[in-house]
């Protein structure tokens, strides 16, 4: 059974950098199948795409926040990352690690998700 | 950037009723679309992939339907526990969008 954990601080600065951990258990995050991303909710407010990142280390990010956005991946300890800097309050979110499923079809959803982490931003 | 509209934003329904929930996008997306519901508190759960594929272990009362532009999510009967928000997404561009999500909601 794939489990994916979103870790770090619930608690960021203004101005500084949010950085969290996802760790895959049940599954290798190296498999060729997958991508592996990171879904961000503001309270009370939709989903919002941030990025992507394949197991290679290719990234895809979301256009809004790519100046401010670095994925990576540890694939010996089977955990990406995210980090996020330069953070404001309207940073402030439940942030999802998720994993999306390359299939014939195309459409590469997202198949499996972490319970999700609260991020406050505040001064 | 693609953009997925989801109207209405809340729709009420009782227990047994039929109910759809459109999406639409800003361009063609062929079938390039997936729903997901979400509970209060929990993460998104993937219900349809591919416009159309159920998820495996997805009951059978959840279906979807479109292709280009225009989407829906149908429930053929409604159940208490599918009292949530659903939302639609695209997978067309590189750059993914989400619509703003339909809540159903106890008439």
């Known amino acids: 059974q794939l489990r994916l954990q979103e870790s770090g601080p619930g608690l960021v600065k203004t101005s500084e950098t949010l950085s969290l951990t996802c760790t895959v258990s049940?599954?290798?995050?190296?498999?060729?199948?997958?991508?592996w991303g990171w879904i961000r909710q503001p309270p009370g407010k939709g989903l919002e795409w941030i990025g992507n990142?394949?197991?290679?280390?290719?990234?895809y990010y979301s256009p809004s926040l790519k100046s401010r956005v670095t994925m990576s991946v540890d694939t010996s300890k089977n955990r990406f990352f995210l980090r996020l800097n330069s953070v404001t309050a309207a940073d402030t979110a439940v942030y999802y690690c998720?994993?999306?499923?390359?299939?014939?079809?195309?459409?590469?959803?997202?198949?499996?998700w972490g319970q999700g982490t609260l991020v406050t931003v505040s001064s | 950037d693609i953009q997925m509209t989801q109207s209405p934003s809340s729709l009420s329904a009782s227990i047994g009723d039929r109910v759809t929930i459109p999406c639409r996008a800003s361009?063609?997306?062929?079938?390039?679309l997936n729903w997901y519901q979400q509970r209060p508190g929990k993460a998104p759960k993937l219900l349809i992939y591919?416009?159309?594929s159920l998820q495996s272990g997805v009951p059978s009362r959840f279906s979807g339907s479109g292709s280009g532009t225009d989407f829906t999510l149908t429930i053929s009967s409604l159940q208490p526990e599918d009292f949530a928000t659903y939302y639609c997404?695209?997978?067309?561009?590189?750059?993914?969008?989400f619509g703003g999500g339909t809540k159903v909601e106890l008439k």
């Open positions: 998720a994993r999306r499923t390359l299939t014939l079809g195309g459409s590469d959803p997202f198949d499996s």
């Open positions: 049940g599954g290798s995050i190296s498999s060729s199948t997958y991508f």
């Open positions: 990142i394949y197991s290679s280390g290719s990234t």
């Open positions: 361009q063609s997306i062929s079938n390039y």
């Open positions: 591919a416009a159309s």
């Open positions: 997404q695209q997978s067309y561009s590189t750059v993914l969008t």
